[in-house]
């Protein structure tokens, strides 16, 4: 049996077909990161397919880098609101 591990950006896949491989035991196991429609609906087959972990698109994202983008964030927030203000 093959694994799948395959991020939709590099990889494309056919849902359908990776949750009939996943059933049928073609795949041993698969891992995605990014599904056809986000955030992901409530009855998505692939909430139960056998043996497939799913994680959060942002799983990629360390603690250090979210935290670097909300400093960036809130710099320019609070940037923009002084310059409103002025105005």
């Known amino acids: 049996k ?3 591990n395959g991020l939709k950006a590099t990889i494309v896949i056919n849902e359908d077909d990776l949750f009939e ?3 049928e035991e ?11 429609i986000e955030p992901m609906i ?6 139960n ?3 497939l972990t799913i994680t959060p698109h942002v799983a990629w994202a360390p603690y250090e880098t979210r935290k670097r983008l909300l400093d960036i964030f809130t710099l320019q927030f609070i940037h923009d609101l002084d310059r409103i203000r002025s105005n």
């Open 2 to 4: 093959e694994n799948f």
């Open 21 to 23: 491989a996943l059933e």
């Open 49 to 51: 397919a056998k043996n």
């Open 26 to 36: 073609i795949l041993s196991g698969a891992a995605l990161d990014v599904i056809d």
């Open 42 to 47: 409530s009855d998505c087959k692939l909430l």
